[in-house]
Each structure stands twice: as structure tokens, then as C-alpha cells.
């Protein structure tokens, strides 16, 4: 380690030429990256700022919280040996079975002596003459890397809204991205939610099961589909091992990243009654599969209402309340535009005596105060406050530390009118820095884990690349990026995705910049556009 690292006296395995690569982010990212890059021979450090491995998985221990893809399909495909090994009990595992998993994934691969807990990267800088990464702790410590990678996560920047007064409330309050370790317990107690995002509608049956009474407070209605999760049934979970490698390879080449069946026929081209019995089938199988049930669901507004109308009379069926039951309904989006939230009993949670909903378009928020929270209507008294109310999505964890790339340009400045990627992966004016399932990548719109592997095993190759043909140096060209990031809003703008006021765009996050930022265009033809690139010798970037 050179004399500019004042920590490697810290660290008895730490090169004295600096690291080869420092990876940010102990998740189903960073770890698998940590174990790709040091199966290259490379000297890696890994940063988390968290006490331990797991990511999403470890700060996201709120009741009810669980996968909503299918556990054989949310779990990594790179070695066959642990894929045999691990048996997963439930079809949408829990957060404490996926934490197990990714603690067994850091062991059984030794990953925790390249890892440190605990720390944060507050800033990282690219010294031009020296082609290295400085990359300085939250603590102060510097690191010298030839490579930085952010595995931060799309998902991992919570975001406490700033309501007035929420530091007054003098009873407890957490945000489910931020959850205890120890749990929480609600006997007792008069509970408010608010949000009824995928977080919160996992949450909601579980709290409204042990609190004395729970208010949910909704701005947007949310559409929501029954998990029916089950325990797998070891049949079907030996008929998959059977076959393994090549169901995974289904996956990597389907278009959200999961072995799912699409119909090839419009919604419209049907009669109502084939149509009916379709989406009936798949509500009772449960799961995001109906989202494949026709091929335009996501593109023609007609189709989506079909699929839309269907759900609000499920919700009818289920929700005896009149009132409770039409805020239910009250999207203002096509279905599947905002992420699809899975539940179990979530609708049927608002038949509780103990629950009541309230919509936050009809009595806006106003502050919070010691007692519980005032809308424009009345108080609600609350003991607890769960803020299920979301992340600063895709560039969150991306922008909070300082990145300076050539000529000390801040990150933040290059991305001020929103983030400009090459395949989600890369920024031009940033050599050698590299992010997984950033903005420009099909990431958050499908099975993430396949996602995660895709970009690990491509960024690995071309570091193997690079070393191969003795260069030190890879950086994407402006108009490469810029090429990909109008691709990807082009691609977005045929579908009915943008007409959703969500994350995927930076709308929940007041002056965040409007641009649609995950790719839409498919899982397997993403993967098939960066095969390309490699293919013919690193498009679009300049290698030095
Ligand atoms: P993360 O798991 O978010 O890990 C990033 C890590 O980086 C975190 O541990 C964080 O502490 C660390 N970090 C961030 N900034 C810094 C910094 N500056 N310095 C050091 N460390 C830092 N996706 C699916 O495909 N299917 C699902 O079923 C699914 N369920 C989800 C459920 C929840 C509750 C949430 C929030 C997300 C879910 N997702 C799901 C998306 C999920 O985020 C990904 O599937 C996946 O876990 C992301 O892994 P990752 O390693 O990229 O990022
Ligand atoms: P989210 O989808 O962004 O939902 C946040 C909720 O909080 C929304 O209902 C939002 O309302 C509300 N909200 C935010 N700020 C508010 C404010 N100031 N006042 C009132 N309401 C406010 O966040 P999330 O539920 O945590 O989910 C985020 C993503 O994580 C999901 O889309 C999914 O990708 C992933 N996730 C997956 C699972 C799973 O099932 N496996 C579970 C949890 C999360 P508006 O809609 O009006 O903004």
C-alpha cells in the first residue's frame, strides 16, 4: 500500500501498491463481485457500511418482508454447488432465511477477511496522473484502488419524508428500510403506517395482527397481487436441481430475468371470457405471473385497463367497506407501471375492526406533532410510526459520496439533469469506475439477482480483458453514454411505464430530476447489447 493510505498499517494482507479494486456494498452484489475479482488473482477490499452481509436483506427486517420473486429464481446461479445445496422451505422466502443465505454465500466462499464492516465510503477521487482511485472512508481512512466499484444498491438510501414536526413525536418511529435488528413489537399499541408501497403492504397484515388498532395512511393507491406463498414442495424442488443450469439459463435470456410464461396475443385480440378465466388463473396461482398473461399489457393502454378492471373487482369482492374499498382503487397509473407489490391478506386486512384507511388526497398531512399525526381533518394518536414511505431509487447510494472523476468533475454535476450511463454500468469522464445495476440497466425492472450476476461477470471480464492485453485504462466515451441513455428513454417512452409518477422516474423525491432510469427494453436483450460490446472489443469505451 502506498504512503497515501493511512490504514494500511491496519491491514495485515494490504498490497503496498495499493489495492487492485475497492468494491463498495456487501449484498448479492458486492459479494459476488468480491469473489469474481479475487477468483482473478486481484487484491480486493470490500467496504459496507452496515455490520454485516446482506444488503436490502440486512436493513429490511420489517414484518412480513420477503422476496416476491421465487426463491429458486432469487438466488445466485454461479455455482452449481450451492445452488444443489441450499434448500430454500418457502416459495417467497422471508428476509431472515435470504440474510442466512447470503451469511452461508460470505462463509462458504471465505468472503469476511476482504471485508470491512462498518464503513462507509464518504468519498472516492481519480488521480489522473497515477490512473488510481482514492477512495476515503466516512471515518477518514484513504484507500488507493485502480478500480472502484459501487455495488451500493438501487434500493438501499431510505427516504424519510420531511414532514413537519416528525422529530417531535414522542412515541417510537421507524422507517421499514431501517428496521431494529431486534424486531419490533406492536402488542398493545396504536400503529400508523404511512405509504402503502410494496413495503408497506407486506407490513400492514402482520402489524394490523398485534396492534390495538392501526391506521394506514395512503396517498397512491397500489395494485396488489396474493403471493400465495407456501412451503415448496420438494418434489418441484428436485425436479428444478435436476436441471438447474439450464432453467437458470431460461432465466438469463427471459425478459425480466424469470423463467415465466408470456402470451404472444394483445389482451384486446381475446374474447372477455378467455381473457376472465386467464387472469383468474393466474390471481389464484399467485406470484407476478399474471403481469405475462397478455404481450401489451405494458404497452397499450386498453389492454392494461382489462388487467386493472379485473383486480378492482377482486378488491371489490374482498373489501366489504364501500369507501375502503374504492380508495383501494383509486390508481392513477396503468397497473405494472410502478412495481407491483405482492401481499398476503393485504386487502382483507382492511375488514379488521382494528383498521382503518385513510387518504391522504382527501386529508393531507400537516404535520406530525408529540401526539401522533394531524391531516388537514383531524389527529390520529399513535404510539408508533412506520415510515413504509420508500427509497431515493437507482441514483441514491450512487451520489451520496462525493465521486470525482478526471479533472476532479463531481459525479453529482455530471448527473445534475439526471444520471447519463453506458449500460447502466459505466460514466465517461469516470475511468475505471464501474456500478452494478445502475441507472440504464434493467436492474429494479427484473429478477435483480440475475441482473446483478450479469453485470459482476461482465465488469470482471473486461478487468481480465484489460489485464490480458496489458492496458490499465477503461472509460466510456461521452457519446456512448449519452447514445444509451436516450436508447433506454426511447425504449421506456413506447411503454406505458413513464405514465406512473414512481420511483423509476426519481418522482417520489422532491426535485430529483425526471428521467426514466431503468432499461425496459429485457433482461435477455440487455445482456445480449453488452455481450455485443465486449464481443467487438469494448465498444464504446476508450481503452487505455
Ligand atoms: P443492496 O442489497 O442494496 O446492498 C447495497 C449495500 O451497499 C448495502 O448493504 C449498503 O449498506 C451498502 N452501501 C451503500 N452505500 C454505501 C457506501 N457509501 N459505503 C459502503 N457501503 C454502502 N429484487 C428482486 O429482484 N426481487 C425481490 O423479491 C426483491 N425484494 C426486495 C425487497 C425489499 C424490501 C427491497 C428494499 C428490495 C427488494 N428487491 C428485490 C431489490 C433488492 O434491492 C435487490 O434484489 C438486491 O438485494 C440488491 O442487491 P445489491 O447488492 O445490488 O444492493
Ligand atoms: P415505495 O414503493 O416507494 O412506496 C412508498 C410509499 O410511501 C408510497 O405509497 C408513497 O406514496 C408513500 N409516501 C412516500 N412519501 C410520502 C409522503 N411524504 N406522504 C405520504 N406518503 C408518502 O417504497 P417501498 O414500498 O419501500 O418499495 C420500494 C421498492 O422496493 C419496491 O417497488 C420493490 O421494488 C422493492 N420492494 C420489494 C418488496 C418485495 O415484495 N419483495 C418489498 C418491499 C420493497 P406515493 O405513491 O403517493 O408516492
Redesign the pocket.
Known amino acids: 500500500m502506498s504512503s497515501q493510505d493511512p490504514i494500511s498499517g491496519d491491514r495485515p494482507d494490504a498490497p503496498t501498491d495499493g489495492y487492485d479494486a475497492v468494491v463498495a456494498g456487501a449484498g448479492f452484489a458486492g459479494l459476488y463481485l468480491l469473489h469474481r475479482l479475487r477468483s482473478l488473482g486481484l487484491a480486493v477490499r470490500l467496504l459496507e457500511a452496515g455490520d454485516g452481509v446482506g444488503g436490502t436483506w440486512y436493513w429490511?427486517r420489517y414484518p412480513g418482508?420477503?422476496?416476491?420473486v421465487e426463491s429458486i429464481e432469487y438466488s445466485y446461479s454461479f455455482s452449481e454447488e450451492l445452488q444443489q445445496e441450499w434448500e430454500w422451505t418457502e416459495r417467497f422466502a422471508a428476509q431472515p432465511e435470504i440474510l442466512r443465505y447470503l451469511n452461508h454465500v460470505a462463509d462458504r466462499f471465505d468472503l469476511r477477511p476482504s471485508i470491512e464492516f462498518g464503513t462507509r465510503v464518504a468519498a472516492a477521487s481519480f488521480d489522473e496522473a497515477a490512473s488510481r482511485w482514492l477512495i476515503t472512508t466516512q471515518a477518514g481512512a484513504v484507500l488507493s484502488a485502480r478500480y472502484f466499484i459501487m455495488a451500493t444498491g438501487c434500493?438501499s438510501a431510505a427516504?424519510k419524508?420531511a414532514?413537519p414536526g416528525l422529530e417531535s413525536f414522542a412515541g417510537r418511529k421507524w422507517h421499514?428500510?431501517d428496521w431494529p435488528t431486534d424486531g419490533v413489537d406492536f402488542t398493545g399499541q396504536r400503529v400508523g403506517v404511512?405509504?402503502?408501497?410494496?413495503?408497506?403492504?407486506?407490513a400492514i397484515p402482520i402489524i394490523a395482527a398485534q396492534a390495538r388498532e392501526l391506521t394506514v395512511?395512503?396517498?397512491?393507491a397500489?395494485f396488489q397481487i396474493p403471493a400465495r406463498n407456501a412451503p415448496l414442495d420438494p418434489e418441484f424442488v428436485r425436479e428444478i436441481k435436476a436441471g438447474y443450469p439450464q432453467f437458470r439459463d431460461r432465466a438469463r435470456h427471459a425478459r425480466g430475468g424469470t423463467v415465466r410464461v408470456l402470451h404472444p396475443e394483445s389482451a384486446l385480440q381475446v374474447s372477455p371470457e378467455l381473457r376472465r378465466e386467464r387472469y383468474q388463473r393466474l390471481w389464484d396461482k399467485g406470484g407476478a405471473d399474471i403481469l405475462g398473461s397478455f404481450s401489451d399489457l405494458l404497452t397499450n393502454a386498453g389492454s392494461n385497463a382489462t388487467l386493472a378492471e379485473f383486480f378492482r373487482a377482486k378488491v371489490h369482492q374482498i373489501v366489504r367497506d364501500r369507501q375502503a374499498a374504492e380508495l383501494l382503487c383509486g390508481q392513477d397509473y396503468p397497473l405494472g407501471a410502478?412495481?407491483m407489490?405482492?401481499g398476503t391478506d393485504f386487502y382483507e386486512t382492511f375488514n379488521r375492526e382494528n383498521v382503518r384507511l385513510v387518504s391522504?388526497r382527501a386529508e393531507p398531512?400537516e404535520e406530525i406533532t408529540a401526539a401522533g399525526l394531524r391531516t388537514a381533518t383531524r389527529l390520529y394518536e399513535l404510539d408508533s410510526l412506520v415510515l413504509?414511505?420508500?427509497?431515493d431509487?437507482m441514483t441514491g447510494a450512487l451520489l451520496s459520496p462525493d465521486i470525482r472523476g478526471r479533472a476532479g468533475r463531481p459525479l453529482r454535476a455530471a448527473w445534475h439533469d439526471g444520471p447519463v450511463t453506458y449500460l447502466g454500468l459505466a460514466a465517461a469522464g469516470f475511468p475505471n469506475f464501474f456500478f452494478i445495476t445502475g441507472p440504464g440497466s434493467p436492474s429494479?425492472i427484473s429478477n435483480m439477482v440475475v441482473s446483478i450476476e450479469q453485470h459482476v461477470d461482465w465488469v470482471a471480464d473486461l478487468l481480465a480483458y484489460l489485464d490480458k492485453e496489458g492496458l490499465t485504462e477503461a472509460e466510456a466515451t461521452e457519446p456512448a453514454a449519452q447514445a444509451w441513455t436516450d436508447h433506454v428513454n426511447q425504449v421506456a417512452s413506447r411503454t406505458l411505464y413513464p405514465q406512473a409518477?414512481s420511483?423509476y422516474t426519481g418522482a417520489?423525491v422532491p426535485g430529483k430530476p425526471r428521467i426514466f432510469m431503468p432499461y425496459v427494453g429485457g433482461v435477455g436483450e440487455f445482456r445480449r447489447r453488452c455481450d455485443e460490446v465486449a464481443e467487438n472489443g469494448y465498444t464504446g469505451f476508450v481503452l487505455r
Not at 404511512?194 to 407486506?202: F, H, L, N
Not at 395512511?217 to 397512491?220: D, G, L, S, V
Not at 413504509?388 to 427509497?391: L, R, V
Request: charged share 20%; with cysteine.
Open positions: 429490511n418482508a420477503r422476496c416476491d434500493l427516504r419524508p414532514l421499514t428500510g404511512i405509504g402503502t408501497g410494496s413495503s408497506a403492504v407486506q395512511f395512503q396517498r397512491t397500489n410502478k412495481r407489490c405482492l391522504l398531512i413504509a414511505t420508500g427509497f431509487a429494479v409518477k420511483w417520489n
